[in-house]
């Protein structure tokens, strides 16, 4: 359910309300938007009687919320959500891009790739520390090791640090060196990750699972933002179709299919979304196109040697390119980078 302050309701009244609705052993999360605050209730298990929250000072309306997902919906939020990572906006005009190599390997190579990126115009670093491999005999990441490098890498460029957490554990971990927790699209429904990333104080980009829908993908954000984090950004990696010239189908169409019916930012990642170096470019332009608040890209300076997604990673040179290409094409969709 929602109750939508007056435009004119005092602090005061919004506390009110928000008490009513904790002395029925209730959460309530307060929405503050431009043009009215609402504060949206969760934890209730039947239908709430909406009559009694109507008659509390300052409430305009109440009404139920018709999705499943309730605290990401345009019905909750009208305005577009701005995630703030370390002083970078996501979801605002400027588009955000988020560079760098899949997995952290070493003191050099994550210094060398976030120089490159950060020169090329590139605003976050990516780059995991935990890595969800297919094989338990692949690389898995150098631990809080890759952690403290990221940091040093921010500390010498000052991108902020994007990283997974692919556990309850490391959540703690990635809240304490990064400036963003990324959840994978192979624990997009890890509910008790989700969970604790909810009580986390960093924001957190959550990847979309690799056969879940639309619907699956917002309850899943839904699961965060009711524990109270409201600073999640999304971000589609591409699905598993029956296409076999790519790793993955990168789904640009949920793009304006998100923005319909979420305030939410969400970036697109050609990377993971088409698995081919060559593809990166061109899928990267169209992302721009169709309306994402930013892309996701990894960046290698040696590729062919990468200890993970080498095949995708492109060079820092075409990272540079590829940059002036959005710079570009942000310009026709009213956006800029
Ligand atoms: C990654 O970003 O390196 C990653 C593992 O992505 P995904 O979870 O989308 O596969
Ligand atoms: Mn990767």
Known sequence: ???????????????????????????????????????????????????????????????RISHAYKLVSREAKPEDTVVNIGGVAIGGRRLALVAGPCAVESREQILTVARRVKEAGAHLLRGGAFKPRTSPYSFQGLGEEGLRLLAEAREETGLPVVTEAVDVEGVDLVEKYADAIQIGARNMQNF???????????????????????????????????????????????????????????????????????????LVDPSHGTGRREKVSPLSRAAAAVGADGLMIEVHHDPDRALS???????????ASLVREIAQIAGVVGRAV
């Open 309 to 319: 997604d080498g095949p995708q990673s492109i060079t820092p040179e075409m990272f």
């Open 192 to 266: 008790s990750l989700l969970r604790r990333a909810g009580r986390a104080k960093k924001p957190v980009i959550l990847k979309r699972g690799m056969s879940a829908t639309l619907e699956e993908f917002l309850m899943s954000a839904e699961y965060i933002l009711a524990e109270g984090n409201y600073q999640v950004v999304l971000c589609e990696r591409g699905v598993r179709t029956f296409s076999d010239f790519s790793r993955n189908t990168l789904d640009l169409a949920v793009v304006p299919a998100v923005k319909k019916i979420s305030h939410l930012p969400i």
């Open 1 to 63: 359910m929602l109750i939508v302050m007056r435009k004119d309701a005092t602090p005061e009244q919004i506390g009110g309300v928000t008490a009513a609705v904790e002395a029925r052993g209730l959460k309530a999360h307060p929405i503050p938007g431009a043009q009215r605050t609402a504060i949206g209730i969760t934890g209730n298990k039947d239908a709430l009687d909406a009559p009694a929250f109507e008659s509390l000072p300052g409430v305009l309306e109440v009404f």
